[in-house]
């Protein structure tokens, strides 16, 4: 009986080994420096591209009402729809808050995982130079445009916190979420640590990364801080999120997926 080459033998156990532990592959993993981007000129920018007022959290005000919670999911959507989907004229006269619901309900009625659009094809928003702006300054308006908060909290996009997502699945979207910021197109993201008794289940908007010196660096716009960008940290080797100490979460390793990526998911 005649032997396999070797070469052939090899390629064999190569694939046995692939296919058997695809969730323990980090020694596969590329560099820290082949997760490198240059940002796009006009990248997203928190203090410009993001909404002035947060998203409130009833558990942080017990002794009070909240007036404008659980609306994590719609405001990272609603932020990429106007990096997406309008321009602003700061020169041309400002309209009417009536008009500026109407404009804002416009722009995030277009659905979310489209394209950016060209300038000739965007919602122009008049009288403010940027989102922030309109925002601080028509804050009653904006959110007359959100409507109810219940989409936000019963979400069927958000059925997928339950799932394991292993290792391999999260190496994918760290690479997917390189290659979508290189093109200047910020990703909704929900990063969850269900079940764990100090429950996160939180959106985000992602709009820069860069390798770190152990993980690579992820920031986001966080509807609940404004002020603030988000940071999650990735590890290629062990295909892994964590986040540090938020004021509404304690730090710890956390899974993710993309929001929005179509009319179902």
Known sequence: MT????????????L????????????LAPPLSAWSAATPPGAFEVGRDTFAFPNQIRAEHPERAV????????????????FRFARFAPDAPPVSDAEYTRLARTVMSIGAWAGP????????IPGYADLHALSQARESAVKAAFDSNTLSMFHWRTWRIVLPLLPGHQRRLA???VEELAGG???????????????????????????GARAVEFFAYDPNDPTTPL?????????????????????GRIRAFRLYTSPLL
């Open 67 to 82: 007036d404008f919670g659980n609306y994590c999911i719609i405001m990272a959507r609603a932020a990429s729809q106007f």
């Open 16 to 27: 046995l080994v692939a296919l058997l532990f695809p969730g323990c592959a980090g020694w």
């Open 231 to 251: 940071g999650l940290h990735f590890d290629p080797v062990t295909g892994s999120f964590w986040v540090e100490p938020l004021p509404y979460s304690p730090p």
């Open 175 to 177: 690479r997917e979420l």
């Open 3 to 14: 032997s396999r080459p070797p070469r052939v033998v090899h390629g064999l156990f190569l």
């Open 117 to 124: 659009r060209p300038p000739e094809r965007r919602v122009v």
């Open 185 to 211: 197109r910020p990703v909704p993201l929900m990063i969850t640590n269900f079940p764990d008794p100090d429950l996160l289940n939180h959106a985000v908007l992602v709009y820069d990364s860069r390798p």
